[in-house]
């Protein structure tokens, strides 16, 4: 419907041409399991960005060393004010002297209406394309990116084996007896009680 566009962004922001909004959110289609309060806090922090402040986006903390080293697990470095200093599918920072803390770039971005239109009108710089990050582009253009902490424990689906996780996941939430009803499941309620509702295999 979209066309061809470069990022999922690129395609929010054709849409956004064509429907008026004070903000627009982005949940990257590898994200299925993102929080729900996740997303309502990245709209929120949306109504409050400065004027110079075009977008947000989403982290968690990186708590598996196998997930630091991961090329599919964007890594994000943060400023001592709460913005994106780098993205990379490398482990950053570089853990030279014992073991830095490492965060993941969740795929769920928050745009003013004025964020939205600053990336249609960017070009991609060398640093996007290469790590296959689009946030990389307004770090690259020297605009602000907030970064929101968020409690999120989902998944995020890249390889076969995330398939395999995902559909194991969605079996046990959909069984889940805690649940009011199997769609209001709390994942992470379930990792935490463990055996039939382990949340890792």
Not at 29 to 46: H, Q
Request: proline share 7%.
């Amino acid at each position: 419907m979209t066309g061809e566009h470069a990022t999922g962004t690129d395609r929010v922001a054709a849409c956004a041409r064509h429907l008026q909004a004070d903000g627009y959110i982005n949940v990257q289609g590898d994200e299925p399991f993102i929080d729900p309060a996740a997303i309502d806090a990245v709209s929120e922090a949306v109504a409050h960005l400065e004027a110079a402040t075009p977008a947000v986006n989403a982290y968690t903390p990186i708590a598996d060393t196998a997930a630091a080293i991961d090329h599919n697990v964007v890594k994000v470095v943060i400023s001592t004010n709460g913005n994106a200093l780098m993205f990379s599918r490398r482990p950053i920072p570089y853990p030279r002297s014992g073991y830095p803390a490492y965060f993941r770039q969740l795929g769920l971005y928050g745009f003013t209406e004025a964020g939205m239109e600053v990336f249609r009108g960017l070009g991609q710089g060398p640093l996007e394309p290469t790590e296959g990050v689009e946030m990389l582009r307004f770090v690259e253009h020297s605009y602000t990116v907030r970064m929101l902490p968020a409690a999120d424990a989902g998944l995020a689906v890249d390889t076969r084996e995330d398939l395999v996780r995902a559909q194991r996941l969605l079996q046990r939430t959909w069984s889940c007896p805690e649940a009011e009803a199997p769609r209001k499941c709390n994942w992470a309620h379930c990792a935490d009680r463990g055996g039939a509702y382990e949340l890792n295999p």
